[in-house]
């Protein structure tokens, strides 16, 4: 660990609103219709290979990577493709989607079969086949994970159960509730990627996960549950990696560049779920709270179903609704329309009302230094900002900007109120172009 | 839900602090030494805090109006600017030169350089120096202790006469402040209470007072001064906790808060045992003051990720 003098990085004591730790899941009857976009990852998006008429069944392949980095999109109803329509994302991008009319049978498809794996090859197949992309919210394709360019350098598989998101719980249930595929993913990622050990990242604001986690890893000294303090933002992947390894990512690197592949909790869990029943990602869990809505819960959905469904099944919302996001409150993306689809690597739904919405106005910087005492990154937003403001990108360069991993924890303790993070993104954009376009 | 919904970049809540609520700690910090500065020189001294604070808030709200610029008053900043300022005079200031004192700490230091966030000094600060260079004797002319029934006197401040107190011990005088002095410089018991105060409430962080008193403590001892004068008399604490840290006018790293500490202390000793005026914590200040952009730029964290590759 860096001494105090290297960097603070004291992170935020974000308010924890795990409401629905305690609550299983309940599965979600079917929607009238699924919208399933084809941008459901990071990467080139996957082209549709279905028609307006075709018959789909459960887990049958709706959409095909687009390239190496992208991933499979699967049907997650049997029905009948209604059309394909182009949806506005947030951040604005238009996404073509294919529409899908449940027949209300949910027959699997008959071509799915459990996979056999024996080598490397093969779980990286199976990860292709699964339509695998990392659940904790980044949506990175689960097989380019699988394939980094040093494998005989990484032996470390790190587990993100940090969930350091306020209000989300859903990969606490993960641990709970899916224990066995849970384990039974870890040890096959482990086996047939040739690693040495496997490190299990809880915040202690989860006991019962860490408990059953360290009871069913209990002996086996090539496995080791670390209890991490409840701060934001020990999941980010580069921190989870520094407090569960003691390694660093290096700067323009990879996790796989410190020997490390880090994977969500519900991610290997859903890799475990496939490589038994041969049935790809296709539902999720997710955590649906928020002020306005009326009953918070866990809901197992069907990928694809729109929000309005998932709050109508959670006692509708209460008040004006002002805001509704789709992940959690420090990095969650807030949509456009209650009509917007679930899509893969969504974990939760929060539902604000019209105050919480609105964010405070910024007043002058006082210059106290919380940004860049609290950066999990060691990184000063406040010299950044100001850098990007008279456009020198030399300084840009020079504080290390292109490092902000984007989690909102300068912006959550400034004083001011000033829009810190958002500043940061714009400014990584300045010096990636060599100034402000 | 047929309203259109707010659309905005992450994060989508922010913690409850505020530069306001900040401001507020540093005034609730400040009030048990301004009471205490009402018991040992009078009333005249509340009097004098709030004409301060009050010209303070005055002069920044005019010229915001006559700027035309949003009006500022209300994160307090001005106010803690005018008690800080009024805790540098004597109880015996005449008000008008006090208003002047708030004049060129609000309008000549903190405003013309751009309002809060952009003053390249402490306001209170430079007010303070302002006014005891050009008001010398006004400056030093010091309330004597109320009970004492002695009005005003020019006297010198127990550090420039070195111990020559009658009655209480040395070290219980200068705890309780019971001797002539600036209004807030004199009674070390509530300016320690008011610092702690800011350090657990998380309004200011420790480096700065502790690297700062921690040197002044060293180099006292090694230089054969008496420890406990230095420490508990002329200004020290006040600077230490209140003045010191002042956020826009103090490094941002722990690195740089312990080096700007460090200089602090080291040149407030140099000042006190080697010059010839008894203002080494002002004069420190305001020179370390100066040096903060140098000291950030040569204090930046190492990015996780970002060390040099061996």
Redesign the interface.
């Known amino acids: 660990m860096p001494s105090i003098f290297t960097r603070r990085a004291q992170g935020a004591h974000v308010p924890h609103n795990k409401n629905t730790a305690g609550k299983a899941t309940e599965k979600m009857p079917l929607p009238a219709k699924i919208i399933l976009p084809m941008q459901q990852h990071i990467g080139a998006p996957c082209a549709p290979v279905v028609q307006k008429g075709d018959t789909v069944y459960v887990g049958s392949v709706v959409g095909k990577a687009g390239g190496f980095v992208s991933a499979d999109i699967h049907s997650g109803v049997s029905g009948t493709v209604d059309g394909i329509e182009t949806l506005r994302f947030p951040n604005g991008a238009l996404v073509s989607s294919v529409v899908i009319i449940p027949d209300g049978a949910q027959t699997p498809d008959p071509e799915l079969k459990a996979p056999v794996v024996t080598d490397a090859k093969g779980l990286i197949e199976a990860a292709q086949k699964c339509g695998l992309v990392g659940l904790g919210g980044a949506g990175f394709p689960t097989a380019v994970k699988f394939s980094p360019k040093n494998p005989e350098a990484v032996d470390t598989l790190v587990i993100n159960g940090a969930e350091c998101e306020p209000y989300i719980t859903a990969d606490n249930r993960e641990f709970l509730e899916c224990s066995d595929t849970v384990i039974s993913g870890i040890a096959a990622v482990k086996k047939y990627l040739n690693l040495k050990k496997v490190v299990i990242g809880i915040e202690r604001n989860k006991p019962e996960a860490i408990d059953m986690m360290f009871s069913l890893t209990n002996g086996d000294a090539d496995y080791k549950v670390m209890p991490l303090d409840s701060l934001y933002p020990q999941g980010a992947e580069k921190v989870l990696i520094e407090k569960c390894t003691g390694r660093e990512v290096p700067r323009g690197g990879l996790p796989a560049d410190a020997g490390v592949i880090v994977m969500n909790v519900t991610t290997v869990s859903t890799l475990g779920k496939y490589l038994k029943t041969g049935m790809p990602l296709t539902t999720k869990r997710l955590t649906i709270d928020g002020s306005c809505v009326n009953e918070a819960k866990n809901v197992e959905v069907i990928i694809g179903t729109p929000i309005i469904d998932v709050l109508n099944f959670c006692g509708g919302v209460k008040d004006e609704v002002g805001k509704i996001i789709m992940g959690g409150p420090m990095m969650g993306t807030a949509v456009l329309s209650a009509d917007f689809p679930i899509i893969k690597q969504n974990n939760a739904i929060l539902a604000f009302n019209e105050k919480e919405a609105k964010l405070a106005e910024p007043t002058p910087c006082v210059r106290c230094g919380r940004c860049l005492n609290a950066c999990p990154m060691g990184l000063s937003p406040v010299e950044i900002v100001s850098a990007f403001e008279k456009n020198d990108v030399e300084d840009l360069n020079a504080l290390m900007t292109d490092l902000c991993i984007g989690c909102g924890t300068c912006s959550f303790v400034c004083p001011t109120k000033r829009p810190l993070a958002q500043t940061m993104s714009l400014a990584k954009i300045a010096q990636r172009n060599g100034g402000k376009k | ?1 047929d ?1 259109k ?11 409850s ?3 306001r ?2 401001m507020l700690n540093v005034i609730i910090a400040l009030l048990p030494t301004a009471v205490v500065s009402g018991i040992i020189f009078g009333a005249r001294s509340l009097l004098v805090i709030g004409v301060t604070a009050a010209a303070c808030v005055g002069f920044e709200a005019i010229y915001n109006i006559l700027m035309k610029k949003p009006q ?1 008053v209300g ?1 307090l ?1 001005a106010v803690v600017t005018g008690i800080i300022l009024a805790f540098n005079l004597p109880s015996t200031i005449p008000l008008w030169i006090a208003i002047v004192g708030a004049f060129i700490a609000i309008v000549v230091t903190k405003q013309l350089f751009g ?4 003053n390249f000094a402490n306001p209170a600060l430079v007010g303070r120096i302002a006014l005891f260079i050009g008001f010398a004797s006004r400056m030093t002319t010091y309330g004597f202790p109320a009970k004492a029934a002695v009005d005003a006197l020019a006297t010198a401040t127990p550090l420039a006469t070195s111990g020559a107190f009658s009655g209480m011990s040395v070290f219980g005088t200068l705890l309780l402040g019971n001797y002539g002095g600036v209004l807030g410089e004199t009674c070390s018991l509530t300016l320690i209470i008011g610092g702690i105060f800011l350090i657990v409430t998380k309004t200011i ?1 420790f480096m700065i007072p502790a690297a700062y008193i921690g040197t002044v403590a060293v180099l006292s001892l090694v230089l054969g001064q008496d420890v406990v004068l230095q420490l508990l008399s002329g200004g020290l604490l006040l600077g230490a906790f209140f003045m010191a840290t002042d ?2 006018t103090s ?5 740089g808060k ?1 080096i700007y500490g460090i200089g602090l202390g080291v040149l407030t000793c140099l000042i006190r045992f080697y010059g010839t005026m008894a203002e080494g914590v002002s004069f420190s200040l305001l020179l370390m003051n100066l040096l903060v952009p140098y000291i ?1 730029k040569a204090t ?8 040099k ?1 061996k």
Request: hydrophobic content about 35%; overall charge positive; glycine content about 12%.
């Open positions: 839900m309203k919904l707010v659309i905005s970049a992450s994060p989508h809540i922010t913690d602090s505020t530069t609520g900040l500022t994160d900043s309002g809060l966030g952009c962080d956020y826009v490094p941002f790293t722990l690195k312990l950030n930046r964290q190492i990015p996780l990720g970002g060390a590759k």
